[in-house]
């Protein structure tokens, strides 16, 4: 007696669907922790997935996942740019990151949009994938020089940037750039004080892509202020709030007194931040040989100084936030350097050699500028050799930028 099958059942759609394809979940899970390269080439697939990359909820979610990967990078960049394929650049000038590990080795490089100006570019803060530059025009109009500020965006890792309106720069203080956590947006503040005593603040908003004026604000430090600039160094970034390093100028004898000044880019609000007490007894006037950081995750304070023919530096970091009287005892670096280019994630510091050549009794100056990088705990340091360094960033890969409108790409 022959045995008898029954024919195969055929399954229904669901279940098919259910085998061939991965859950919403799991395929976000997965795609959220790829690099940003293979997610440019997999928008390709299919129109599901070039939804799902493009859509601010992944942005967001790329960002988050691939956070803890941040690194610190030397960034190499010319300071002036000029958009041709001149030597040393084959195919136009380039910018570099070099990589904070165990030394600093070229990762990889990005060709500079030939849309910038070719003019001096300034870093003015990294965040989440994003450079924000600035390139200052000087031009004569009447025989009376003025002074334009080009500002863009640049994601370099999708290659899309995105230009500022323009705004009025009558009275120039350092821009400042961040990160708006709860609304997911990026803001430049401007800040200005035409009368040198009540503060003027303006904001860029990246969704918005446009200027406002804040009102209401109640900022008044006094007589006179001055701040601190340092061309190399970007304004710090740090618990959510971007700060300025500030000289208050009152009476007759200008006596001076410094504070941090913080302000909250979520709630839109200043606040004082006191220094460590003496911490600049003894040193000169002015904001020269001052500025403030990042070191080691921490706000941190630094002033340079010279005492006969030895330089030093020194670094305050501060412990708690926002508490007076909250700073670590100072690391002192005596070393014959000087041009300081920004502190890494690590605690390195990165100052220029300042040795030169002499040949019959001449200065020469040397054909590759040198920089140092110092660790201050272990006195040791590494020579590094850079045609036109710029600063000193923390970058990561992102896809920031993506989604907004007035975006260009090239």
Partial sequence: MSETREPAREQPPTTLRRQKYLHYSIVLNILARL???????FRC???SWDSLITSPYFISTHLHVNTVDRGDYIVNMPWYVENSSSPPYSNGPVIAFYCDHDGFDKIFEFEIPSRFPPYQANLVGSCNGLLCLEFQVREKRWQVASLTVIIYLWNPSIRKLKR???????????????????????KVVKISYYSRRNLEVEVYTSKSDSWRTLEGLDVSLGPQIEFGYNISLPIPFFGGALHWLVDII??????????????????ETFEELALP????????NGLDGKCISLFRG??????????GEQSFACVWAIKEYGKHKSWNKPLVVREQ???LYGLTKRGFILLEDESHIFGNGQLEMPKKRKFVLIDPEARCEECFDFQDLSFVATFMESLALLDEANVITY
């Fill in 337 to 339: 350097y000087h041009g």
């Fill in 277 to 284: 007490d003496h911490c600049f007894d003894g040193a000169g």
């Fill in 250 to 267: 009152q009476g007759k004898e200008k006596h001076r007194t410094e504070m941090i000044l913080s302000f909250d880019v979520n709630n």
């Fill in 45 to 47: 697939v299919c129109k």
């Fill in 298 to 307: 921490k706000l941190a304070l630094i002033r340079f100084d010279t005492v």
């Fill in 164 to 186: 500022l309106p323009d705004i009025e720069f009558d009275c120039f203080i350092p821009l400042g750039f961040a990160y708006h956590s709860e609304k997911n947006d990026y």
């Fill in 35 to 41: 690099p940003v390269k293979s997610l440019l080439r």
